[in-house]
């Protein structure tokens, strides 16, 4: 008899052990208020937050938030973004299904400063230096000597409203920016969603991004200066609606430089009736090279850069555009521009050169044999859609 009361006991108490085990793994989701600095490492459960301020995370320190979870700003209160500086970590869980979103209340385009990282991998900014103050409003130092930088892991994520001005008010921030951030950091699956700047800003580093989505953004939908060299980017996603510039605006903060980044699959639609950011500074064409810009591009689709009419001018939008000579000189001549595989619909012009002097006359732009490779059956990004690509219904990916 003891035996068999023993027994009924251990049994009891597994069952409540297990009871309470399968409860833990239900908890609802949580509310609550997210503010810096960050000093200690903190992670998020599945939740609704509100994000009050220009939230730091410092350096060593690393912030994870959970698949599902809702991040609002509310630019009544001020200025907000999330920073993450150089030696801290922000670990984002996301799923296609249940991804992170990081909005502001208003739905205004350029409501707060979306999401911000520091690292301290390599950059080439204006004179060849190789360090630099970011234009973000924060007005810190970034560039370094380490490659392989990690801050953290971006995974699913959503910025929607993005592009304030913080602090000083002379520069506009993006949906994610990212100041000489290493290949140590993972960039996958993320969607930069009407914001009043880029979609996506590259100051130096060597980060590279995957499976990306920019969707009518005022700006430009990708951007990139200081001598970024990202060499595994793929799956790049535009379309730009209601306003917008270049597809992709490159740059190299004119140097020569003898590396540059990789991009492979890409897609750049405007959609008709898209307008540039801002009356009189007319930016219409799918990829502007400019500044000794450079890279190794292929299995590229672009369609939608027609023609665009301002006053009494009309202005051809380009697949390509080459804004100076030495660029053409540099980088066209030179073999440093490769595009290959591309595939051009209802746009106006393939390959333009700006024009230069006065009068002004166009640059002559011919790329070297193999550089520039047109090809009809080109297929773009390829993204598989869900929850992480829809907003209000709408799936992005047109």
Known sequence: MKKLILSLAILASTFTACTSSDDNSSAQPVTGEITGPITVDKSYPLGTYTLKGIVKINAGVTVTFDAGSTITADKTTG???????????????????????????????????????????????IGG????????????????????????????????????KLADGTKENNGFTFYSCGSGTTLDHLVSYKGADDGYEFFGGTVSMTNAISYGNYDDAFDWQDGWQGQNNSNWYALQVTKGNFGMEIECSNNNNDFWPKVTNITLKRAAGCTPEVAGDVQVDAI?????????????????????????????GAAIKIQDASTNTNQVNGSKIN????????????????????PPTPISVVFPVGKYTPNAAATGASLTTGAWSTVGGINLIQ
């Not at 595939?343 to 002097?357: P, R, Y």
Request: proline residues 3%; hydrophobic residues 35%; aromatic residues 8%.
């Open 79 to 125: 200025d907000n973004a999330l920073v993450v500086l150089n030696g801290g970590k922000l670990i984002v869980n996301g799923t296609s299904a249940l991804p992170v979103v990081f909005t502001e209340k208003s739905g205004i385009p350029g409501s707060w400063g979306g999401i911000i990282m520091y690292g301290d991998a390599p950059i080439k900014a």
């Open 129 to 164: 230096v190789t360090t630099s103050t970011s234009e973000d409003g924060n007005a810190l130092s970034y560039g370094g000597t380490n490659p392989t930088h990690n801050g953290g892991s971006l995974n699913y994520v959503r910025v929607e409203y993005a592009g304030a």
């Open 288 to 316: 502007q090279f400019k500044k000794e810009a450079n890279g190794d591009f292929s299995n590229i689709v672009i369609d939608g850069y027609t023609s665009y009419t301002e006053g009494a001018t009309t202005y051809q």
């Open 339 to 358: 595009l290959t595989n591309v595939k051009i619909t209802n746009t106006s012009v393939d390959i333009l050169g700006a024009s230069i002097g006065t």
